[in-house]
C-alpha cells in the first residue's frame, strides 16, 4: 500500500495515549509521536531517499500533554522522516531552525559529514538477529572483572592490528591482533568502549564563522574523536559501520549495518566470556549539531537559566536536567533499550555526578529487572563530588582517590606513593585505606563496600601512566618536542621500575580494577599530526579528545619496545583473577604491618572468606634508595610476583625472610591449612 497527499485525511490520533514517543507500529499503522510542549506546529516530513529534500507531509495534532501525534494508514519501511517545528520567535526557552528535525527517539539515524549533520530518522523493521543463545555475561560479584577501557576505534586503526579494513565493529571482532585478539592475548574479561552512540564527531570548521553564528577557535582539528558529545541515545554510531566514510559531505548510514555490526561484536566478546561496558554520555548532549532535544523541549531536556541560557557544570555549555520528566524518561528508557536490544552487559555514566538521584535509582532499578548483576559505574563528579553517596546508593565509582594517591595528581606538581614521594595530607594509615578499598570505616575513605570502588591509575583523560612517569622524572618532557617516538616510549630502567610497582599497587588493591588501552606497555600519546594543524606536534599530550590519528591509535608493534612490563601486567591479571583474595577479602582480613620507612607498605591477607585456598603476603617498598627486609609468617612461602616477573605460578619458594628492593614489590602465598 502507498501514500499520497490525497490520504493525508486519514490521519487520526484517537487512542494514541498508549503508544512510546518516537515511531511505532500496529500492524499496517504507522504511529508517530514527539514531545515538543512550545511548539505551535509540527509537520512530519517522510523522504522516499535520505537526500530528497521534500516529501509527504502530514501535519501532527497537539494533545494536552505537549505531545504531537498521527496515526497513518501505511507503513514507510526502507524510507526516511523528520519533523519541521514552528514556534514562538520571541520565547528564550524555544529554540527556532529551518532545518527539519530527527526524531528524539530515533533507533536509526542516517546523517551527513558535518557539524550539522542533517540527520534524519531512517524507519526500519525489527529484523530479527540470531544472538545464538547469547545472554549477559557479568559476574555476581564486580570485583571479579578486569576493564580494559579503550575507545574501539584506537584499536584496530593502526596497521599493527592487522584488520581486514571492513568497518570498525567487524575489525574490532575479527583483527588478527588488536581488537579481541588483544583482549584476550592479555587476558582482561570486560571491555569499556568510549562512547558508541550516535555522536557529533565533525565539530564546527576551525576560525570560521559558521550560519548559526559559532566560531571554532578551540579545535584545530574540527573533530570529537572520542565522542562525548551524544546526539541520539537510542542509536548506534554508523561512522564504525563497514560501509561509512569519513569524507567530509558523504553520507553514512543509509544502511543497517552498523546495528547487525554492533550486535556481532557484542555476541563474539560474549563468546569470550567477556564483558561488555558502554560509556554513556547523559549529562550533557551535542552541542554544534542539530540536536533534537535542544530543538523539540529545550526547557525540558537541558538545564536553563532564567533567561533561557544553558548551564555549565558539564563544562560543555548545555547540561541535561533530569531532574524533569522527559529527560529523566529517555535516559532510563535508553539504558534499557542497549541491554535489551544490543545486550551491553554494563555502563560507565560520564559527570555522573550531575544526574539526580531519583534518576540514579531509577536506572539501577530498571536496569536490574532485565540482569540483575548489570554494571553501573559512575564517574562520580561534575557539579560536586559525590563518590560516597553513589556508594550509599549501591554503585560503583571512578575512584580518584587511590589514582592520586599512588601517583600523584599532576607529574610536576604532586608525586604520588610509586615516585617514592606521598601527600602530605595522606597518612600511613590514609595509603593503607586505598588498599583495603578506599573505605568509608579508614581515613580519606569514600565506599561502604570495595565492590564501590573502581581503581585505576589511567583512562583516557589526562596523561597516559607512561607519560605521567616520564615527566615525573624529567619536567622538561611535558614541553619538548620529540622526533623519535619509538626511543620515547622505551622505557629507562627507573621508569620500568616505577611503572611495575604503579601496576603493583594496582593488582593487589581490593575492589574493581581498571586499566586503559596501551598502558600495558607504557604507551606514549606523542602528538602525530601529519596535516600540519598541531603547533603542538610531536609533544606529549593529555587531551586527546579531538585526534582521529597515530596519536591515539594504538601501535601494537610497540609492544615489543616494553615486554618486559607487558608480561608483568598479562601475570598480574592472571593472578588477580586466580586469586579471590587479592580482589574481595574483608577488611579484617587485610593487616598491615609496620616498618620503620612510611613508604615500605606491607600487608597479609587471609582468603578465607573470599574462597582462596591461599593466604598472601604482600609488600611495597616505594622507597627510592634503600631496600628493606621483610620477616615472613611461619611456613613456607611461594613468591608469585618479584621484581621481575609476575603469575598465579610459583617462582620459588622462601621462608622466614626476604628483601624487597628499592621501587618494587612482592607478592607470596602460602596455601591455608583448615
Given at each position: 500500500?502507498?501514500?499520497?497527499?490525497?490520504?493525508?485525511?486519514?490521519?487520526?490520533?484517537?487512542?494514541?495515549?498508549?503508544?512510546?514517543?518516537?515511531?511505532?507500529?500496529?500492524?499496517?499503522?504507522?504511529?508517530?509521536?514527539?514531545?515538543?510542549?512550545?511548539?505551535?506546529?509540527?509537520?512530519?516530513?517522510?523522504?522516499?531517499?535520505?537526500?530528497?529534500?521534500?516529501?509527504?507531509?502530514?501535519?501532527?495534532?497537539?494533545?494536552?500533554?505537549?505531545?504531537?501525534?498521527?496515526?497513518?494508514?501505511?507503513?514507510?519501511?526502507?524510507?526516511?522522516?523528520?519533523?519541521?517545528?514552528?514556534?514562538?520567535?520571541?520565547?528564550?526557552?524555544?529554540?527556532?531552525?529551518?532545518?527539519?528535525?530527527?526524531?528524539?527517539?530515533?533507533?536509526?539515524?542516517?546523517?551527513?559529514?558535518?557539524?550539522?549533520?542533517?540527520?534524519?530518522?531512517?524507519?526500519?523493521?525489527?529484523?530479527?538477529?540470531?544472538?545464538?543463545?547469547?545472554?549477559?555475561?557479568?559476574?555476581?560479584?564486580?570485583?571479579?572483572?578486569?576493564?580494559?577501557?579503550?575507545?574501539?576505534?584506537?584499536?584496530?586503526?593502526?596497521?599493527?592490528?592487522?584488520?581486514?579494513?571492513?568497518?570498525?565493529?567487524?575489525?574490532?571482532?575479527?583483527?588478527?591482533?588488536?581488537?579481541?585478539?588483544?583482549?584476550?592475548?592479555?587476558?582482561?574479561?570486560?571491555?569499556?568502549?568510549?562512547?558508541?552512540?550516535?555522536?557529533?564527531?565533525?565539530?564546527?570548521?576551525?576560525?570560521?564563522?559558521?550560519?548559526?553564528?559559532?566560531?571554532?577557535?578551540?579545535?584545530?582539528?574540527?573533530?570529537?574523536?572520542?565522542?562525548?558529545?551524544?546526539?541520539?541515545?537510542?542509536?548506534?554510531?554508523?561512522?564504525?559501520?563497514?560501509?561509512?566514510?569519513?569524507?567530509?559531505?558523504?553520507?553514512?548510514?543509509?544502511?543497517?549495518?552498523?546495528?547487525?555490526?554492533?550486535?556481532?561484536?557484542?555476541?563474539?566478546?560474549?563468546?569470550?566470556?567477556?564483558?561488555?561496558?558502554?560509556?554513556?554520555?547523559?549529562?550533557?548532549?551535542?552541542?554544534?549539531?542539530?540536536?533534537?532535544?535542544?530543538?523539540?523541549?529545550?526547557?525540558?531536556?537541558?538545564?536553563?537559566?532564567?533567561?533561557?541560557?544553558?548551564?555549565?557544570?558539564?563544562?560543555?555549555?548545555?547540561?541535561?536536567?533530569?531532574?524533569?520528566?522527559?529527560?529523566?524518561?529517555?535516559?532510563?528508557?535508553?539504558?534499557?533499550?542497549?541491554?535489551?536490544?544490543?545486550?551491553?552487559?554494563?555502563?560507565?555514566?560520564?559527570?555522573?555526578?550531575?544526574?539526580?538521584?531519583?534518576?540514579?535509582?531509577?536506572?539501577?532499578?530498571?536496569?536490574?529487572?532485565?540482569?540483575?548483576?548489570?554494571?553501573?559505574?559512575?564517574?562520580?563528579?561534575?557539579?560536586?563530588?559525590?563518590?560516597?553517596?553513589?556508594?550509599?546508593?549501591?554503585?560503583?565509582?571512578?575512584?580518584?582517590?587511590?589514582?592520586?594517591?599512588?601517583?600523584?595528581?599532576?607529574?610536576?606538581?604532586?608525586?604520588?606513593?610509586?615516585?617514592?614521594?606521598?601527600?602530605?595530607?595522606?597518612?600511613?594509615?590514609?595509603?593503607?585505606?586505598?588498599?583495603?578499598?578506599?573505605?568509608?570505616?579508614?581515613?580519606?575513605?569514600?565506599?561502604?563496600?570495595?565492590?564501590?570502588?573502581?581503581?585505576?591509575?589511567?583512562s583516557h583523560d589526562g596523561y597516559t601512566l607512561g607519560d605521567y612517569i616520564r615527566i615525573a622524572l624529567d619536567r622538561s618532557k611535558a614541553d619538548i618536542v620529540f622526533e623519535d617516538k619509538r626511543k620515547l616510549t622505551s622505557l629507562s630502567e627507573k621508569e620500568l621500575q616505577i611503572a611495575k610497582l604503579a601496576a603493583l599497587s594496582l593488582f593487589v588493591s581490593q575492589g574493581i580494577t581498571m586499566i586503559h588501552a596501551g598502558q600495558e606497555w607504557a604507551r606514549s600519546k606523542m602528538i602525530q599530526d601529519s596535516k600540519g594543524l598541531d603547533p603542538r606536534n610531536g609533544?606529549?599530550?593529555?587531551?586527546?579528545?579531538?585526534?582521529?590519528?597515530?596519536?591515539?591509535?594504538?601501535?601494537?608493534?610497540?609492544?615489543?619496545?616494553?615486554?618486559?612490563?607487558?608480561?608483568?601486567?598479562?601475570?598480574?591479571?592472571?593472578?588477580?583473577?586466580?586469586?579471590?583474595?587479592?580482589?574481595?577479602?574483608?577488611?579484617?582480613?587485610?593487616?598491615?604491618?609496620?616498618?620503620?620507612?612510611?613508604?615500605?607498605?606491607?600487608?597479609?591477607?587471609?582468603?578465607?572468606?573470599?574462597?582462596?585456598?591461599?593466604?598472601?603476603?604482600?609488600?611495597?617498598?616505594?622507597?627510592?634508595?634503600?631496600?628493606?627486609?621483610?620477616?615472613?609468617?611461619?611456613?613456607?612461602?611461594?613468591?608469585?610476583?618479584?621484581?621481575?616477573?609476575?603469575?598465579?605460578?610459583?617462582?620459588?619458594?622462601?621462608?622466614?625472610?626476604?628483601?624487597?628492593?628499592?621501587?618494587?614489590?612482592?607478592?607470596?602465598?602460602?596455601?591455608?591449612?583448615?
Amino acid at each position: 500500500m502507498s501514500t499520497s497527499a490525497e490520504d493525508i485525511e486519514n490521519c487520526t490520533i484517537k487512542g494514541l495515549e498508549a503508544f512510546p514517543l518516537g515511531y511505532t507500529t500496529r500492524g499496517n499503522q504507522s504511529i508517530f509521536r514527539l514531545y515538543a510542549p512550545k511548539a505551535n506546529s509540527i509537520t512530519l516530513i517522510i523522504y522516499d531517499e535520505y537526500e530528497r529534500e521534500s516529501g509527504l507531509q502530514f501535519p501532527l495534532e497537539k494533545n494536552g500533554e505537549g505531545i504531537w501525534q498521527t496515526l497513518i494508514q501505511d507503513t514507510f519501511y526502507g524510507k526516511w522522516y523528520a519533523y519541521k517545528i514552528e514556534g514562538p520567535e520571541d520565547d528564550p526557552f524555544f529554540e527556532l531552525t529551518e532545518h527539519p528535525i530527527a526524531d528524539p527517539r530515533s533507533r536509526h539515524v542516517t546523517s551527513k559529514n558535518h557539524h550539522l549533520q542533517f540527520p534524519k530518522t531512517k524507519i526500519t523493521r525489527q529484523t530479527p538477529f540470531d544472538w545464538e543463545g547469547d545472554s549477559f555475561v557479568t559476574p555476581q560479584d564486580p570485583r571479579d572483572l578486569v576493564i580494559y577501557e579503550t575507545h574501539i576505534k584506537d584499536m584496530v586503526a593502526h596497521s599493527s592490528a592487522k584488520t581486514f579494513v571492513q568497518g570498525i565493529y567487524n575489525d574490532f571482532r575479527e583483527a588478527e591482533v588488536g581488537g579481541i585478539s588483544h583482549l584476550k592475548k592479555l587476558g582482561v574479561n570486560a571491555v569499556e568502549f568510549l562512547p558508541l552512540q550516535k555522536f557529533g564527531y565533525f565539530e564546527p570548521p576551525f576560525n570560521e564563522e559558521t550560519g548559526e553564528g559559532i566560531k571554532n577557535t578551540w579545535n584545530p582539528y574540527a573533530r570529537n574523536y572520542w565522542g562525548y558529545m551524544t546526539s541520539f541515545f537510542f542509536a548506534p554510531e554508523t561512522m564504525y559501520g563497514s560501509d561509512a566514510t569519513l569524507e567530509p559531505g558523504s553520507v553514512i548510514g543509509k544502511s543497517q549495518k552498523a546495528e547487525y555490526e554492533l550486535k556481532s561484536l557484542v555476541k563474539a566478546l560474549h563468546k569470550e566470556d567477556i564483558s561488555v561496558i558502554m560509556d554513556v554520555v547523559y549529562n550533557h548532549a551535542s552541542h554544534y549539531d542539530l540536536n533534537p532535544l535542544k530543538y523539540t523541549a529545550k526547557d525540558h531536556y537541558f538545564r536553563l537559566d532564567e533567561k533561557g541560557n544553558h548551564l555549565n557544570d558539564s563544562w560543555t555549555g548545555n547540561d541535561i536536567d533530569t531532574t524533569k520528566q522527559y529527560a529523566q524518561e529517555i535516559i532510563v528508557e535508553s539504558v534499557k533499550h542497549w541491554m535489551t536490544e544490543y545486550h551491553i552487559d554494563g555502563f560507565r555514566f560520564d559527570l555522573a555526578g550531575i544526574i539526580d538521584w531519583e534518576t540514579i535509582d531509577l536506572i539501577k532499578e530498571e536496569a536490574q529487572k532485565i540482569n540483575p548483576d548489570v554494571i553501573l559505574i559512575a564517574e562520580p563528579w561534575g557539579g560536586s563530588y559525590k563518590p560516597a553517596d553513589f556508594s550509599d546508593h549501591g554503585w560503583a565509582c571512578w575512584n580518584d582517590k587511590i589514582r592520586n594517591g599512588l601517583k600523584g595528581y599532576h607529574p610536576k606538581e604532586n608525586k604520588g606513593f610509586i615516585f617514592g614521594e606521598t601527600d602530605p595530607q595522606l597518612s600511613r594509615f590514609g595509603i593503607e585505606n586505598l588498599f583495603r578499598g578506599t573505605l568509608e570505616s579508614g581515613e580519606h575513605g569514600l565506599f561502604n563496600h570495595s565492590g564501590h570502588s573502581v581503581n585505576y591509575l589511567e583512562s583516557h583523560d589526562g596523561y597516559t601512566l607512561g607519560d605521567y612517569i616520564r615527566i615525573a622524572l624529567d619536567r622538561s618532557k611535558a614541553d619538548i618536542v620529540f622526533e623519535d617516538k619509538r626511543k620515547l616510549t622505551s622505557l629507562s630502567e627507573k621508569e620500568l621500575q616505577i611503572a611495575k610497582l604503579a601496576a603493583l599497587s594496582l593488582f593487589v588493591s581490593q575492589g574493581i580494577t581498571m586499566i586503559h588501552a596501551g598502558q600495558e606497555w607504557a604507551r606514549s600519546k606523542m602528538i602525530q599530526d601529519s596535516k600540519g594543524l598541531d603547533p603542538r606536534n610531536g609533544m606529549l599530550d593529555h587531551d586527546s579528545y579531538n585526534k582521529d590519528d597515530e596519536t591515539n591509535w594504538l601501535n601494537f608493534n610497540e609492544i615489543s619496545i616494553n615486554k618486559d612490563l607487558f608480561d608483568y601486567y598479562k601475570g598480574l591479571i592472571e593472578l588477580r583473577l586466580d586469586a579471590p583474595a587479592l580482589r574481595k577479602s574483608a577488611p579484617d582480613e587485610i593487616n598491615f604491618k609496620v616498618y620503620n620507612d612510611p613508604l615500605h607498605i606491607t600487608f597479609s591477607i587471609d582468603g578465607k572468606s573470599s574462597g582462596d585456598m591461599y593466604d598472601y603476603f604482600v609488600s611495597l617498598n616505594a622507597s627510592k634508595d634503600h631496600a628493606h627486609e621483610i620477616v615472613l609468617p611461619e611456613g613456607y612461602w611461594e613468591i608469585v610476583v618479584n621484581p621481575e616477573k609476575s603469575g598465579a605460578s610459583t617462582i620459588q619458594s622462601v621462608e622466614e625472610s626476604m628483601m624487597v628492593p628499592a621501587t618494587s614489590g612482592v607478592v607470596l602465598r602460602k596455601l591455608r591449612v583448615s
